[in-house]
T-cell receptor
Framework: GQSLEQPSEVTAVEGAIVQINCTYQTSGFYGLSWYQQHDGGAPTFLSYNALDGLEETGRFSSFLSRSDSYGYLLLQELQMKDSASYFC?????????????FGQGTELSVKP | EPEVTQTPSHQVTQMGQEVILRCVPI?????FYWYRQILGQKVEFLVS????????KSEIFDDQFSVERPDGSNFTLKIRSTKLEDSAMYFC???????????FGSGTRLTVV
Protein backbone atom coordinates (compact mmCIF):
# COMPACT_ATOMS: atom_id res chain seq x y z
CA GLY A 1 0.00 0.00 0.00
CA GLN A 2 0.88 3.64 -0.03
CA SER A 3 0.90 5.61 3.19
CA LEU A 4 2.27 8.78 4.69
CA GLU A 5 2.34 9.21 8.45
CA GLN A 6 2.41 12.56 10.19
CA PRO A 7 1.22 13.72 13.62
CA SER A 8 -2.42 14.73 13.72
CA GLU A 9 -1.85 17.89 15.69
CA VAL A 10 0.90 20.07 17.11
CA THR A 11 0.65 23.08 19.41
CA ALA A 12 3.34 25.74 19.83
CA VAL A 13 3.66 29.33 21.01
CA GLU A 14 4.27 32.41 18.95
CA GLY A 15 7.95 32.92 18.18
CA ALA A 16 8.85 29.29 18.76
CA ILE A 17 10.16 26.67 16.35
CA VAL A 18 8.13 23.61 15.44
CA GLN A 19 9.01 20.52 13.43
CA ILE A 20 6.40 18.39 11.67
CA ASN A 21 7.64 14.93 10.74
CA CYS A 22 6.51 12.74 7.88
CA THR A 23 7.38 9.15 7.09
CA TYR A 24 6.28 7.59 3.87
CA GLN A 25 5.85 4.22 2.23
CA THR A 26 4.96 4.50 -1.43
CA SER A 27 5.45 2.40 -4.54
CA GLY A 28 7.20 5.25 -6.32
CA PHE A 29 9.03 8.30 -5.06
CA TYR A 30 9.85 11.45 -6.97
CA GLY A 31 10.04 13.96 -4.21
CA LEU A 32 8.40 15.07 -0.99
CA SER A 33 6.34 18.24 -0.89
CA TRP A 34 4.67 20.23 1.84
CA TYR A 35 1.40 22.11 1.55
CA GLN A 36 -0.38 24.48 3.90
CA GLN A 37 -4.17 24.62 4.14
CA HIS A 38 -6.18 27.21 6.04
CA ASP A 39 -9.74 26.26 7.06
CA GLY A 40 -10.38 23.88 4.17
CA GLY A 41 -9.22 26.36 1.56
CA ALA A 42 -6.85 25.73 -1.31
CA PRO A 43 -3.71 23.81 -0.33
CA THR A 44 -0.76 26.12 -0.90
CA PHE A 45 2.62 24.80 -1.99
CA LEU A 46 5.39 25.42 0.54
CA SER A 47 8.38 23.33 -0.47
CA TYR A 48 9.68 20.40 -2.48
CA ASN A 49 12.61 18.07 -1.80
CA ALA A 50 13.74 15.73 -4.54
CA LEU A 51 17.15 15.04 -3.05
CA ASP A 52 18.41 14.45 0.48
CA GLY A 53 19.11 17.47 2.59
CA LEU A 54 17.65 20.72 3.74
CA GLU A 55 15.80 23.26 1.62
CA GLU A 56 15.23 26.69 3.15
CA THR A 57 12.60 29.21 2.11
CA GLY A 58 12.36 32.09 4.52
CA ARG A 59 10.98 30.95 7.86
CA PHE A 60 10.20 27.49 6.49
CA SER A 61 12.69 24.71 5.88
CA SER A 62 12.14 21.17 4.69
CA PHE A 63 14.36 18.16 5.04
CA LEU A 64 14.46 14.81 3.28
CA SER A 65 16.25 11.54 3.94
CA ARG A 66 15.36 9.06 1.22
CA SER A 67 17.21 6.20 2.89
CA ASP A 68 14.98 6.65 5.97
CA SER A 69 11.82 7.46 3.95
CA TYR A 70 11.52 10.47 6.20
CA GLY A 71 11.18 14.18 5.96
CA TYR A 72 10.17 17.12 8.06
CA LEU A 73 8.94 20.66 7.81
CA LEU A 74 10.52 23.18 10.15
CA LEU A 75 8.72 26.40 10.90
CA GLN A 76 10.68 29.10 12.68
CA GLU A 77 9.60 32.32 14.38
CA LEU A 78 6.04 31.08 14.51
CA GLN A 79 3.28 33.59 13.89
CA MET A 80 -0.42 33.33 14.65
CA LYS A 81 -1.14 33.20 10.92
CA ASP A 82 0.83 29.93 10.72
CA SER A 83 -2.08 28.17 12.43
CA ALA A 84 -3.24 25.83 9.68
CA SER A 85 -3.10 22.24 8.50
CA TYR A 86 0.15 21.06 6.97
CA PHE A 87 0.26 18.13 4.60
CA CYS A 88 3.23 16.18 3.38
CA UNK A 89 2.80 14.68 -0.06
CA UNK A 90 4.81 12.31 -2.22
CA UNK A 91 4.86 12.55 -6.00
CA UNK A 92 4.76 8.97 -7.13
CA UNK A 93 6.42 9.29 -10.54
CA UNK A 94 8.31 11.84 -12.53
CA UNK A 95 6.86 11.54 -15.98
CA UNK A 96 3.48 12.81 -17.16
CA UNK A 97 3.08 14.72 -13.97
CA UNK A 98 2.74 11.83 -11.45
CA UNK A 99 0.08 12.31 -8.83
CA UNK A 100 0.56 13.58 -5.29
CA UNK A 101 -0.25 11.20 -2.45
CA PHE A 102 -1.10 13.18 0.66
CA GLY A 103 -0.69 12.44 4.32
CA GLN A 104 -3.59 12.96 6.73
CA GLY A 105 -2.36 16.38 7.68
CA THR A 106 -1.05 17.98 10.86
CA GLU A 107 -3.12 20.68 12.46
CA LEU A 108 -0.80 23.33 13.88
CA SER A 109 -2.15 25.62 16.56
CA VAL A 110 -0.03 28.65 17.40
CA LYS A 111 -0.84 30.16 20.79
CA PRO A 112 0.04 33.69 21.96
CA GLU B 1 0.38 35.78 -9.36
CA PRO B 2 -1.55 33.45 -11.70
CA GLU B 3 -4.44 31.57 -10.15
CA VAL B 4 -6.45 28.46 -10.80
CA THR B 5 -10.12 29.47 -10.86
CA GLN B 6 -12.93 27.11 -9.91
CA THR B 7 -16.66 27.56 -10.26
CA PRO B 8 -19.02 27.32 -8.57
CA SER B 9 -17.59 27.80 -5.10
CA HIS B 10 -20.50 25.86 -3.62
CA GLN B 11 -22.97 23.50 -5.25
CA VAL B 12 -25.92 21.80 -3.60
CA THR B 13 -27.53 19.01 -5.58
CA GLN B 14 -30.01 16.24 -5.06
CA MET B 15 -28.85 12.64 -5.03
CA GLY B 16 -28.92 11.18 -8.51
CA GLN B 17 -28.47 14.49 -10.28
CA GLU B 18 -25.57 15.33 -12.57
CA VAL B 19 -23.09 18.04 -11.62
CA ILE B 20 -20.33 19.71 -13.59
CA LEU B 21 -17.49 21.38 -11.76
CA ARG B 22 -15.43 23.85 -13.73
CA CYS B 23 -11.82 24.92 -13.58
CA VAL B 24 -9.73 27.43 -15.48
CA PRO B 25 -6.11 26.35 -15.10
CA ILE B 26 -3.02 28.52 -15.39
CA UNK B 27 -2.21 28.87 -19.07
CA UNK B 28 1.36 27.55 -19.01
CA UNK B 29 0.58 24.49 -16.94
CA UNK B 30 0.86 21.17 -18.72
CA UNK B 31 -0.49 18.76 -16.12
CA PHE B 32 -3.94 18.97 -14.58
CA TYR B 33 -5.54 17.15 -11.70
CA TRP B 34 -8.73 16.78 -9.77
CA TYR B 35 -8.57 16.01 -6.08
CA ARG B 36 -11.25 15.79 -3.44
CA GLN B 37 -11.26 16.28 0.30
CA ILE B 38 -14.02 14.98 2.49
CA LEU B 39 -14.48 17.25 5.49
CA GLY B 40 -11.71 16.74 8.02
CA GLN B 41 -9.87 14.19 5.93
CA LYS B 42 -6.87 14.16 3.64
CA VAL B 43 -6.73 15.33 0.07
CA GLU B 44 -7.38 12.37 -2.27
CA PHE B 45 -6.33 12.00 -5.88
CA LEU B 46 -9.08 11.50 -8.44
CA VAL B 47 -7.60 11.89 -11.91
CA SER B 48 -4.69 13.39 -13.82
CA UNK B 49 -4.86 14.84 -17.30
CA UNK B 50 -1.97 15.42 -19.66
CA UNK B 51 -1.76 16.10 -23.36
CA UNK B 52 -5.55 16.21 -23.59
CA UNK B 53 -6.13 12.79 -22.18
CA UNK B 54 -6.42 11.03 -18.85
CA UNK B 55 -3.00 9.81 -17.72
CA UNK B 56 -4.10 8.18 -14.49
CA LYS B 57 -7.23 7.73 -12.41
CA SER B 58 -7.87 6.44 -8.91
CA GLU B 59 -10.30 3.81 -7.67
CA ILE B 60 -12.61 6.64 -6.64
CA PHE B 61 -12.86 7.80 -10.26
CA ASP B 62 -15.41 5.25 -11.41
CA ASP B 63 -17.77 5.29 -14.37
CA GLN B 64 -19.82 8.05 -12.77
CA PHE B 65 -16.94 10.48 -13.21
CA SER B 66 -15.57 12.04 -16.36
CA VAL B 67 -13.20 14.87 -17.22
CA GLU B 68 -13.00 17.04 -20.29
CA ARG B 69 -11.11 19.98 -21.62
CA PRO B 70 -13.78 21.09 -24.05
CA ASP B 71 -12.21 24.26 -25.43
CA GLY B 72 -8.52 23.88 -24.69
CA SER B 73 -8.68 26.07 -21.61
CA ASN B 74 -11.52 25.13 -19.29
CA PHE B 75 -11.23 21.82 -17.50
CA THR B 76 -14.36 20.11 -16.17
CA LEU B 77 -15.21 17.29 -13.81
CA LYS B 78 -18.62 15.71 -14.31
CA ILE B 79 -20.36 13.42 -11.86
CA ARG B 80 -23.21 11.75 -13.69
CA SER B 81 -25.38 10.53 -10.83
CA THR B 82 -24.32 11.97 -7.51
CA LYS B 83 -24.38 9.99 -4.29
CA LEU B 84 -24.43 11.24 -0.73
CA GLU B 85 -20.82 10.12 -0.28
CA ASP B 86 -19.73 12.41 -3.14
CA SER B 87 -20.18 15.34 -0.77
CA ALA B 88 -16.72 16.85 -0.48
CA MET B 89 -14.51 19.73 -1.49
CA TYR B 90 -13.26 19.23 -5.03
CA PHE B 91 -9.98 20.85 -5.98
CA CYS B 92 -8.57 21.40 -9.43
CA UNK B 93 -4.79 21.68 -9.61
CA UNK B 94 -2.12 22.27 -12.20
CA UNK B 95 1.60 21.94 -12.53
CA UNK B 96 4.32 23.00 -14.97
CA UNK B 97 6.18 19.74 -14.57
CA UNK B 98 7.40 17.02 -12.25
CA UNK B 99 9.79 19.23 -10.30
CA UNK B 100 7.33 22.00 -9.65
CA UNK B 101 4.71 22.41 -6.98
CA UNK B 102 1.05 22.16 -7.76
CA UNK B 103 -1.18 25.22 -7.79
CA PHE B 104 -4.59 24.40 -6.39
CA GLY B 105 -7.80 26.23 -7.05
CA SER B 106 -9.93 27.43 -4.16
CA GLY B 107 -12.24 24.46 -4.60
CA THR B 108 -15.91 23.67 -5.10
CA ARG B 109 -17.80 22.50 -2.06
CA LEU B 110 -20.27 19.89 -3.30
CA THR B 111 -23.14 18.99 -1.02
CA VAL B 112 -25.37 16.10 -2.08
CA VAL B 113 -28.71 15.95 -0.28
Amino acid sequence: GQSLEQPSEVTAVEGAIVQINCTYQTSGFYGLSWYQQHDGGAPTFLSYNALDGLEETGRFSSFLSRSDSYGYLLLQELQMKDSASYFCAVRDRGNQGGKLIFGQGTELSVKP
Amino acid sequence: EPEVTQTPSHQVTQMGQEVILRCVPISNHLYFYWYRQILGQKVEFLVSFYNNEISEKSEIFDDQFSVERPDGSNFTLKIRSTKLEDSAMYFCAGSSGPNYGYTFGSGTRLTVV
